[in-house]
Nanobody, 122 residues
Framework: VQLQASGGGSVQVGGSLRLSCTAS???????GIWYRQVSGKQREFVAG???????NYEEFAEGRFTISRDNAKNTVYLQMDSLKPEDTAVYYC??????????????????WGQGTQVTVSS
């Protein structure tokens, strides 16, 4: 499975962006996730969605970000609203057929997108 992440860009504080992660194959049985990384820092979990559609979010994303999926389009989305300067990062998507109690760990994910830059300016 190859993933193509898109939708990043530059926005002002309070703005919105929708990131897309489109797979080359069927994702219906895959769990999906979004991470972000600031240069010089560790990659951090943003949001995840199971094959069944259950979602979970890191605390900073709760109430502002929404992860969703459209299996017909082989795509996982991350809608980001009320953006803040501290949301500036490269955002990565990943999917996996694996399941378990540690689904926020990057090591659980087999397939990764190339990253898309999000820049929020004040």
């Amino acid at each position: 499975v190859q993933l193509q992440a898109s939708g990043g860009g530059s926005v002002q504080v309070g703005g919105s962006l929708r990131l897309s992660c489109t797979a080359s194959g069927n994702i219906v049985s895959l769990n999906g996730i979004w991470y972000r990384q600031v240069s010089g820092k560790q990659r951090e979990f943003v949001a995840g969605i199971t094959a069944g559609g259950s979602t979970n979010y890191e605390e900073f994303a709760e109430g502002r970000f929404t992860i969703s999926r459209d299996n017909a389009k082989n795509t996982v989305y991350l809608q980001m609203d009320s953006l803040k300067p501290e949301d500036t990062a490269v955002y990565y998507c990943a999917v996996t057929p694996s399941d378990g109690p540690s689904m926020r760990r990057p090591a659980m994910y087999d397939y990764w997108g190339q990253g898309t830059q999000v820049t929020v300016s004040s």
